[in-house]
């Protein structure tokens, strides 16, 4: 997923639960003018130990007779199938593998409690407080949480923790990366952005659609490595104090200088950079005529077919601060519902061995959450996604809260106007908390 705000699906989820009771073209610049039962058992058993070898799964035993249901993501759907057909052949329990795009979640809301749903779902993780609060996925037994703290990704297990017990088995994980063009940048990439500032103001030529550093700084998810700078956290420091956006406080203005300070080197009208034109600025970098571009994984491989000479860095230091991306994962739930509990557990502990990891690179070239990739055979070799795993240590995952959706609305509005200049940063936080504080009273 390009990391996109999925406002729809979240408002929905939350109707339902409520329902449910609980449930080459040039780049426009400033010169130019842009299975399951109804039993509803949750799992008992420990489904699998995968601290050791990649082969090492706990000896648990699958229910008699098991059969699942798994539906995966847009995307993972031949992933999906290809370890299905692994598991079945180790374990002997049949997997029917879907394809749910992105509403998951809203499906096994509708579809759980009446039999219909997946054993095992997986589902953004911005999603978790919604599936969480709506009771449809069942929380994991304490060898499988151990399984996840031990081979998952520290950050990742973030994402499916609530009051320190384990609710789902992170899969892959997208951040934010610093693209550089070979062809521009000679030699070692920049590690600070005050050295991307000097050489941008030498470079540009808004005229000859040339920029040195290019990003959509009126978007909230590629603004937010530049809205964190000086400590701003979006929803608290676990993402999930809805209440608490915390613009009304100095590190989020501070962060809103960091942005009015970009027009400097990005001469190009808020209008024209938008989320939606982002195919221009990926177009320019692929022309040569931009040598930095930040940007998720999932650019890679077109580039990479492409044969453009491109290079992977970690995002630059700001004024000596580290940047901080916000990152999305992809996770695995057990259903609350299902016949299968122990079957079902067993299934999601095993997307998280080394084998299961490989058919995630090879399968859909994705990265996964797993903290060890060095027997994740494709993974281990590829030296421009090793760089994404790096970063996803120091990133934020995107808050959980319901209220998310407040922040993207926000975020272009006000980011837009201080880019242009029509706001002050410090006009900027007053209008982000006061349109909040609307929101909120218009529920």
């Not at 000086?230 to 613009?247: E, H, I, S, V």
């Not at 509990?341 to 959450?369: G, N, Q």
Request: hydrophobic residues 35%.
């Amino acid at each position: 997923m390009k990391c996109r705000k999925i406002l729809s699906i979240l408002l929905m989820a939350a109707l339902v639960i409520s329902m449910l009771g609980g449930c080459s073209r040039n780049i426009p610049t400033e010169q130019q003018g842009d299975k399951q039962g109804g039993d509803g058992a949750a799992p008992t058993e420990a489904a699998g130990d995968a601290t050791g070898a990649e082969d090492k799964e706990a000896a648990v035993t699958p229910e008699e007779g098991a059969s699942l249901s798994f539906w995966t993501l847009s995307g993972y759907l031949e992933y999906g199938k290809a370890v299905a057909e692994l598991f079945e052949k180790k374990y002997g329990v049949k997997v029917e593998v879907q394809e749910n795009g992105l509403d998951s979640v809203n499906k096994m809301m509708l579809d759980g409690p009446s039999g219909n749903g997946a054993d095992i779902f997986m589902a953004a993780h911005d999603s978790f407080g919604t599936a969480k609060d709506a009771g449809i996925i069942a929380e994991l037994s304490e060898t499988a949480s151990g399984t996840v703290k031990d081979r998952i990704n520290e950050t990742a297990v973030k994402t499916v923790t609530s009051e320190g017990k384990i609710y789902g088995v992170p899969v892959s994980i997208e951040t934010y990366a610093l693209l550089y063009n070979k062809k521009l940048v000679t030699g070692k990439p920049a590690s600070t952005f005050e050295q991307i500032r000097d050489e941008a103001l030498a470079y540009n030529n808004a005229g000859a659609n040339k920029f040195w550093y290019l990003t959509v700084p009126t978007d909230g998810y590629p603004a937010y490595p530049f809205l964190s700078l000086y400590g701003f956290q979006l929803f608290g420091a676990d993402g999930t104090d809805g209440d608490n956006p915390g613009f009304d406080s100095p590190e989020f203005e501070k962060g809103l200088e960091a942005i009015a300070s970009l027009k400097k080197i990005i001469p190009i009208k808020a209008d024209d950079l938008k989320m939606e034109t982002m195919s221009l600025l990926e177009q320019n970098f692929k022309d040569g005529k931009t040598a930095y571009y930040p940007i998720g994984p999932w650019l890679i491989k077109s580039l990479k077919d492409e044969n453009i000479d491109f290079g992977v860095t970690e995002l630059p230091t700001y004024d000596g601060k580290t940047m901080k991306s916000f990152s999305a994962v992809q996770n695995a739930y057990v259903s609350a519902y299902t016949k299968y509990p122990k079957a079902s557990e067993l299934f999601a502990t095993f997307l998280t061995s080394d084998e299961a990891a490989a058919l995630l690179y090879s399968k859909c070239y994705k990265i996964t959450a797993n903290k060890d990739i060095s027997k994740v055979e494709g993974l281990k070799d590829d030296e421009q996604l090793r760089v994404y795993c790096e970063e996803f240590t120091k990133s934020v995952p995107m808050p959980s809260t319901k209220r998310i959706s407040y922040y993207w609305t926000i975020a272009q509005s006000v980011l837009s106007a201080v880019f242009d200049g029509t706001l002050t940063p410090q006009e900027g936080a007053k209008k982000a908390q006061k349109d909040f504080d609307a929101l909120v009273a218009s529920e």
